[in-house]
């Protein structure tokens, strides 16, 4: 079975601070994908970024970049110069990428960026 | 309507009522799923559908009843509820190739209150 912890609850910065994203996973198969997800205060989840297992390179998308580490089973999220609109839920998540169209998500943390 | 629409945003329906969500995709994939996001849980997939087929059912209580007419559109029709199904319900869609998953893309969601 899968399972994606997100540690962090809740985190509050303030505007311009970089604050990272922690998410930590757990699964025995070899080949699959990770996510991160926006969920605004409107409700809908926003996908940022697919990473699969076989591609360990960060990746860098304007103020957002991530580190996957397969050594740390990690896929941590960076957010630099925070802005108030940054303010949402993130979500991490994993899917296998054959058989099973399921996502396991994970607690979500809740990132306020106060101005 | 670009991506995945959900009507309607907000619904609220006693326990006796019988009512129906619905979702569209319009980003011609062909793979649709129900989630659940209530406040003290993480996000619960519900049900997948590919290729208008039903591949699974993650013991859903039979007061759910989904329905997918064809490929870009997805149904929960909902009856005798309780006020624990209170909660958010998003709808998503992917391509599914050959057992490949892929990226699920989601809609805003329905905020369901049960009296």
């Known amino acids: 079975a899968q399972k994606v912890t997100q540690a962090q609850t809740e985190i509050s910065v303030v505007e311009k601070e970089d604050v990272t994203l922690d998410c930590v996973y757990e699964?025995?198969?070899?080949?699959?994908?990770l996510f991160w997800y926006k969920q605004p205060p409107s409700g809908e989840l926003v996908f940022l970024i697919r990473r699969n297992s076989f591609d360990e390179q960060n990746e860098i998308s304007g103020r957002y970049s991530w580190n996957f580490q397969k050594s740390t089973s990690s896929f941590n999220f960076t957010i630099t110069a925070s802005q108030v609109v940054d303010s949402a839920v993130y979500f991490c998540a994993l899917s296998l990428i054959q058989g099973a169209q399921k996502l396991v998500f994970g607690q979500g943390t809740r990132l306020t960026i106060n101005p | 309507e670009t991506g995945v629409t959900q009507t309607p945003r907000h619904l609220v329906m006693g326990m006796t009522n019988k009512k129906s969500l619905k979702c569209e995709q319009h980003l011609g994939h062909n793979a649709m799923y129900w989630y659940k996001q209530s406040a003290k849980k993480p996000l619960e997939l519900m049900f997948v559908?590919?290729?208008?087929?039903?591949?699974e059912n993650n013991s859903v209580p039979s007061r759910f009843s989904p329905e997918c007419p064809n490929s870009s559109h997805l149904f929960l029709h909902l009856h005798t509820l309780q006020p624990e199904d209170s909660a958010l319900y998003l709808c998503?869609?992917?391509?599914?190739?050959?057992?490949?998953?892929?990226?699920?893309?989601f809609g805003p969601g329905t905020r369901l209150t049960v009296l």
């Open positions: 998503a869609s992917s391509r599914w190739t050959g057992g490949l998953t892929d990226t699920q893309y």
């Open positions: 699964t025995r198969d070899t080949t699959y994908y």
């Open positions: 559908y590919s290729l208008e087929e039903r591949v």
